[in-house]
């Protein structure tokens, strides 16, 4: 069986994913709040996921030019 590890290796980078999710669900919407969001539907959070990893690609892709 496999292991599913999803702490965070690098401290620093805490804040700067979080402020990323709370950017990226501000842009399509959805108002999330400090701590516990489990009240959101599948949806929300789909959205949220998709546009946090859509700014991470613009971001390494601006970086490599």
């Known amino acids: 069986m496999?292991?599913?590890?999803n702490k965070i290796n690098v401290p620093e980078a805490k804040a700067a994913l979080n402020k990323l999710k709370m950017e990226a669900a501000s842009e399509v919407g959805v108002n999330l709040k400090?701590?516990?969001n489990g009240d959101l539907t599948s949806?929300?959070?789909g959205q949220i996921g998709g546009n946090m990893v859509?700014?991470?690609i613009e971001s390494y892709e601006n970086s490599v030019k």
Do not use: F, I, V
Request: aromatic content about 8%; hydrophobic content about 15%.
């Open 2 to 5: 496999s292991n599913s590890n």
């Open 34 to 36: 400090d701590g516990y």
């Open 43 to 45: 949806r929300q959070a």
């Open 54 to 56: 859509k700014k991470m």
